[in-house]
């Protein structure tokens, strides 16, 4: 077989044909041109069109390698009279309108980085890092447009830092299908108001059931706004999270008040402190034991976080409700909140598991210098986006 008949069927023509192959010293440039009188399709409609208009400049795109050397197409795009849209210039089965390589290598580069990072991921295809940024971009961009819109019902608002805690962004996830629907640029009210104006809208504002929340965050009067139908959790995920910050900020202004052989008593208690007491070595258990005789605030920070785990005991709502009224003023105004999770108990690891997997993109990646392209990496990453079909 002909390289020129082999490359014609691999790339899948039907109007055009591939006239030439020709080996430079960084491509194999393949010449492509218009087959017979074979009509060509709106590259706006699709809907074939018997006029062709006028030639346009040759342009070139940059296609996958066969072996070591990476195809290049070149040909002279038509202009086409379409009896719909006017004249517009053709539909390019191999890429995508004012793209400047292939579907099937914009595909492939933006699967690999789903799994390494830009700059991993443009070593492995010779590209650059910002050709790596567009095609991910661009690939972002057909998905959101493309991407199957379900009703949702459980959501989960969230806020994530971007470089070192200073900047943030907010995140909205479908916590039963496990998809991230958006992504926020901060975690003010007015940055994450568009996620229920634009992305949801209010029809689907009234199908959510249970919304959770991190209770130290802004985003309550959102939902009681957009979705006053739904109930609102603050997830046992974050409220462990902050009883454990609670505890280590204690231990920690403790450590600076302690003198030198009390300190060396107290060395490694973090983890003893933190861990439940049912997972501890015999060993642990004993020191643990010798330090909770001290009575330190380090200890009663202990004992309460102890006590708060209890809470995920009950089994009513009641005796949960009196154990907290008990245990903490602090959560008064949340107090709704917290109970609704003996009702639905949704959320536990799905937030924390989302939230992880943003963390390691923003780590393999070194943080993003620029909050657009953090955004895009998320939402190709968790998005579970559709990618443009190769023809
Ligand atoms: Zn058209």
């Given at each position: 077989m002909l390289i020129e008949t082999f490359l014609r069927k691999q790339l899948g023509?039907?109007?055009?044909?591939?006239?030439?192959?020709?080996?430079?010293?960084?491509?194999?440039?393949?010449?492509?041109?218009?087959?017979?009188?074979?009509?060509?399709?709106?590259?706006?409609?699709?809907?074939?069109?018997?006029?062709?208009?006028?030639?346009?400049?040759?342009?070139?795109?940059?296609?996958?390698?066969?072996?070591?050397?990476?195809?290049?197409?070149?040909?002279?795009?038509?202009?086409?009279?379409?009896?719909?849209?006017?004249?517009?210039?053709?539909?390019?089965?191999?890429?995508?309108?004012?793209?400047?390589?292939?579907?099937?290598?914009?595909?492939?580069?933006?699967?690999?980085?789903r799994e390494l990072s830009w700059q991993g991921t443009a070593r492995q295809y010779g590209l650059n890092w910002k050709s790596v940024a567009t095609i991910v971009k661009r690939a972002v961009q057909y998905g959101l447009k493309h991407r199957p819109r379900p009703p949702v019902h459980v959501i989960g608002i969230d806020e994530v830092s971007r470089r070192k805690g200073q900047v943030y962004l907010t995140v909205v996830y479908d916590l039963e299908r496990r998809v991230l629907l958006w992504?926020?640029?901060?975690?003010?009210e007015e940055a994450v108001r568009p996620f229920f104006t634009k992305e949801l809208g209010r029809r689907r504002c009234h199908t959510l059931r249970v919304i959770c929340l991190d209770m130290w965050a802004a985003y309550a009067n959102l939902v009681k706004e957009y979705a006053p139908q739904a109930q609102i959790l603050f997830d046992r995920f974050h409220i462990v999270k902050h009883l454990h910050e609670a505890v280590e900020e204690v231990r920690r202004s403790e450590m600076r008040r302690l003198s030198q052989k009390e300190k060396v008593s107290f060395k490694r208690t973090r983890w003893l402190l933190l861990k439940n007491p049912w997972n501890l070595s015999d060993d642990q258990k004993e020191r643990l034991s010798t330090l909770v005789r001290w009575n330190t605030p380090i200890v009663r920070a202990y004992y309460l976080k102890e006590a708060f785990q209890l809470f995920w005991d009950y089994q009513q709502p009641k005796r949960a409700g009196d154990h907290l009224e008990k245990w903490m003023r602090m959560l008064r105004g949340h107090l709704d909140g917290v109970l609704s999770w003996t009702r639905h108990r949704v959320s536990n690891g799905a937030v924390e598991g989302m939230?992880?997997?943003?963390?390691?993109?923003?780590?393999?990646?070194?943080?993003?210098?620029?909050?657009?392209?953090?955004?895009?990496?998320?939402?190709?990453?968790?998005a579970k986006l559709p990618l443009p079909l190769e023809r």
């Open positions: 023509l039907k109007a055009h044909t591939v006239t030439k192959v020709e080996e430079t010293e960084k491509f194999m440039v393949v010449d492509i041109d218009r087959l017979g009188s074979r009509l060509l399709r709106c590259g706006l409609c699709r809907q074939r069109c018997r006029k062709v208009h006028s030639l346009q400049k040759p342009r070139v795109w940059r296609d996958l390698s066969m072996r070591k050397l990476p195809l290049q197409l070149r040909y002279r795009p038509r202009r086409v009279e379409c009896p719909r849209c006017g004249v517009r210039v053709e539909d390019l089965p191999w890429a995508e309108p004012w793209a400047r390589v292939t579907t099937a290598l914009s595909n492939a580069v933006a699967r690999l980085a992504v926020g640029d901060d975690r003010t939230n992880n997997k943003i963390k390691s993109i923003s780590h393999r990646s070194f943080g993003f210098r620029t909050a657009q392209n953090f955004i895009a990496a998320i939402y190709h990453c968790c």
